[in-house]
């Protein structure tokens, strides 16, 4: 029965996960957002901004469907599901030059009766060098 619910469980994820290790080869003042998108392929978004600075984000998110739920009868009481997400932001100068990089981390559970009570963890963004 284990091996069944375990077998059943769905998951999924979407977008671009970005790594620490993809972050530190990035170098402020050196790296440009065309040696960026090499590396990690398109941008979940890109916003050109007023003075001519460009912010690109990587979104990437993951979920999984608690076993619990596919307990018939007692899965709608008890069942839920994961959900994890991160958010990584690039910006560049003007002259096309990386200029700062930040991250943002949430991960957070839903689900009926005792499972809604999943405590909820969220990290904010952090600048990073």
């Given at each position: 029965?284990?091996?069944?619910?375990?077998?059943?469980?769905?998951?999924?994820?979407?977008?671009?996960?970005v790594t620490e290790q993809n972050l530190e080869a990035f170098k402020?003042?050196?790296?440009?957002?065309?040696?960026?998108?090499?590396?990690?392929?398109?941008?979940?978004?890109?916003?050109?901004?007023?003075?001519?600075?460009?912010?690109?984000?990587?979104?990437?998110?993951?979920?999984?469907?608690?076993?619990?739920?596919?307990?018939?009868?007692?899965?709608?009481?008890?069942?839920?599901?994961?959900?994890?997400?991160?958010?990584?932001?690039?910006?560049?100068?003007?002259?096309?030059?990386?200029?700062?990089?930040?991250?943002s981390s949430t991960a957070y559970g839903t689900g009926r009766g005792?499972?809604?009570?999943?405590?909820?963890?969220?990290?904010?963004?952090?600048?990073?060098?």
């Open positions: 029965m284990v091996l069944v619910v375990s077998l059943l469980a769905g998951c999924g994820s979407t977008g671009v996960r402020v003042g050196e790296t440009t957002e065309a040696e960026v998108i090499s590396q990690l392929g398109k941008p979940t978004m890109r916003t050109r901004l007023p003075d001519g600075a460009v912010m690109v984000v990587y979104s990437y998110a993951e979920y999984s469907t608690r076993p619990a739920t596919f307990i018939p009868f007692v899965g709608a009481f008890v069942g839920g599901a994961d959900v994890t997400s991160d958010a990584v932001t690039l910006m560049f100068g003007a002259n096309g030059r990386l200029t700062q990089t930040s991250a005792p499972s809604s009570t999943a405590p909820a963890q969220v990290e904010t963004s952090q600048p990073r060098k």
